[in-house]
């Protein structure tokens, strides 16, 4: 519990001290995927990064990380460009196919008009044994609607017009444009339907690890997982062997 109350704790100041928040976001982020890959040595896709917090914290653990962005703004966000950081769209990934050992994305499904087609990037991206990281904010949850949250309750429609008459300027993430309604059961459908892909864990991201039963329970999960975590592990093709190596998964993130 008290991770969880570090980070809302964050989480209410992310405006006014925002390097604060991600920072330590990103360094809980690492510390969940080390419970599932070995990461020193590895080579890590960060999708969406931003100015790089989480890449930085990739680093910082011994990996080799790539960041994939594409807005300039936010790869500017800090003064400069992160090292190693490509402008690229998560649905058409200038990556290789099986050329990372983990896949890491957090936040950005939400931002993309397809997210059957990231996780499909992200799949093909990832080689055979690899681990797939994917974390997003629900559409039903109380910040699905970002800055026009909860008012996303009544609407989207209703809540830019309102965000729109109390700030004077349109939502950065517009409905339609630049945020889009993703939703757990939708989620947990795709990936289970997914031939190449199995399910490490299915979880609310920010909550102790006793909540994880929240996302079995359809309607209800939709509004109090708030953040859903995926940790899926790419399987090997059809007769080919296991490879050996680079990825290990032990009994799963250990966070609380």
Not at 197 to 225: F, K, M, N, Q
């Amino acid at each position: 519990m008290h991770r969880t109350f570090r980070l809302f704790r964050l989480f209410l100041s992310e405006q006014s001290d925002p390097e604060a928040f991600y920072r330590e976001l990103a360094a809980d982020s690492v510390r969940q995927v080390a419970g599932y890959a070995q990461l020193a040595g590895r080579t890590v896709l960060d999708i969406g990064g931003g100015a790089g917090h989480f890449s930085a914290a990739f680093r910082a653990s011994g990996a080799n990380c790539v960041l994939v962005e594409p807005d300039l703004a936010e790869l500017l966000a800090r003064g400069n460009a992160p090292a190693d950081a490509v402008r690229g769209d998560g649905m058409r990934l200038p990556v290789a196919d099986s050329a990372v050992d983990v896949c890491f994305s957090s936040n950005v499904l939400e931002h993309v008009c397809d997210p059957a087609r990231m996780l499909g990037e992200m799949v093909r991206t990832t080689r055979p044994g690899g681990v797939i990281y994917l974390a997003f904010t629900n559409w039903y949850s109380p910040w699905g609607g970002h800055e026009m949250a909860p008012w996303h309750y009544l609407g989207a429609r209703y809540a830019e017009s309102r965000y729109l008459r109390r700030h004077h300027k349109p939502p950065k993430n517009r409905h339609g444009v630049g945020l889009f309604p993703v939703h757990v059961g939708q989620m947990l459908r795709e990936v289970r339907s997914r031939a190449d892909i199995t399910v490490l864990d299915a979880s609310p991201r920010y909550y102790p690890r006793w909540c994880r039963p929240v996302v079995l329970l359809p309607g209800i999960r939709e509004v109090v997982t708030w953040n859903l975590l995926l940790v899926l592990r790419r399987l090997p093709e059809p007769g080919q062997p296991a490879p050996a190596g680079p990825v290990t998964a032990t009994s799963g993130s250990r966070s609380s």
